[in-house]
């Protein structure tokens, strides 16, 4: 099993930025890929970006170009930097890892981003 926990959300004016991090603990050897989903009210959740343990990124095409993924693998955190943002940015953002070798999910308790215009 696997524990995720979320940091970095806030409220931030359209075209500032935020740092979201997350700290996964427990069995991390078995993590192959980290990301971020996120859920705005009223809408589905929608993945926002990935990246797996060798480094290959994955963007939400609304994002890419402003919010970058990376990760720390002796850490074992993953960051989404997170630039220009939008009112439409604004949802409760998760974590989630995917465990090998079964591609189990785990998910973190979210942050809200509020993006004020």
């Known amino acids: 099993q696997v524990q995720l926990v979320e940091s970095g959300g806030g409220l931030v004016q359209a075209g500032g930025s935020l740092r979201l991090s997350c700290a996964a603990s427990g069995s991390t050897f078995s993590i192959h890929t980290m990301g971020w989903y996120r859920q705005a009210p009223g809408k589905q959740r929608e993945l926002v970006a990935d990246?797996?343990?060798?480094?290959?990124?994955n963007y939400a095409i609304s994002v890419k170009g402003r919010f970058t993924i990376s990760r720390d693998n002796a850490k074992n955190t993953v960051y989404l930097q997170m630039n220009s943002l939008k009112p439409e940015d604004t949802a409760v953002y998760y974590c989630?890892?995917?465990?090998?070798?079964?591609?189990?999910?785990?998910w973190g308790q979210g942050t809200q981003v509020t993006v004020s215009s």
């Open positions: 989630y890892a995917e465990l090998e070798p079964h591609w189990t999910d785990y």
């Open positions: 990246i797996s343990s060798g480094g290959s990124t």
